[in-house]
């Protein structure tokens, strides 16, 4: 058991104590989290790690996708599947971008694909393909970018690919003249992964 912390609908705060040391929350007595030796948990007690407001991504578990859910980029950068997510493509590929069933289980439902069904055998030195979210920059004012006090970020992500080995990613700067470009490894093909840089 656990000492009950209950918003019941009828009755108001409800609070029901034992002395196991652990802490459960509900709502109209459904056990919405717990706090235990582990940390704060979900009611399968899994460990919940983030913290509200950390993450500047939005429709990062790629649920929402109110323009559609596949299309072909452009080079001047579509919104074609999941919102929030644009799609560039300047290149002699095929490309498609839509949203998924196929998410990490366990993590998320869906995902999005960024489909190359006709490869581009010689990339030219202006052509390109990328999926990217653009972070309005009151959103990110209090991590100092561009100033000496600038904030440490971390960037964690699910990642499945056909191809392994290296890929790259960057974090760039609303006028595209600061950024940190990096790059990450698929170890196993077609399967989720989860990165952290």
């Given amino acids: 058991m656990a000492t009950i912390i ?4 009828s009755n108001g705060l ?3 104590s034992d002395t196991s040391g652990e802490i459960e929350l509900q709502s109209a007595g459904t056990t919405k989290a717990k706090i ?3 940390g704060l948990t979900d009611i399968s007690n899994n460990v919940i790690t983030a913290r509200a ?3 500047r991504i939005i429709n990062g578990n790629m649920l929402i996708a109110q323009r559609g859910t596949s299309g072909t980029p452009t080079a001047g950068g579509d919104y074609l599947a999941c919102d929030r997510w644009k799609a560039w493509e300047a290149s002699d590929a095929a490309v498609t971008l839509s949203q998924e069933t196929d998410g990490p289980t366990g993590q998320f439902t869906k995902c999005l694909k960024y ?3 006709t490869a581009d055998a010689s990339i030219g030195a202006s052509q390109f393909g990328m999926v990217r979210q653009m972070i309005e920059g009151q959103n990110i004012i209090d991590l100092g ?5 600038a904030q440490s970020v971390t960037i964690s992500f699910w990642v499945k ?5 290296s890929h790259g990613a960057a974090l760039n700067n609303g006028n595209e003249d600061r950024s940190y470009p990096f790059a ?3 170890s196993s093909a077609n399967t989720w992964e989860y990165k952290t840089v």
């Fill in 53 to 55: 407001g950390k993450n």
């Fill in 184 to 186: 990450y490894t698929v």
């Fill in 145 to 149: 970018f561009g100033t000496a006090s």
């Fill in 6 to 9: 209950n918003a019941d609908t």
């Fill in 115 to 117: 489909n190359i069904t």
């Fill in 36 to 38: 235990t030796s582990s």
């Fill in 161 to 165: 690919s056909s191809l392994t080995g």
């Fill in 14 to 16: 409800k609070l029901t």
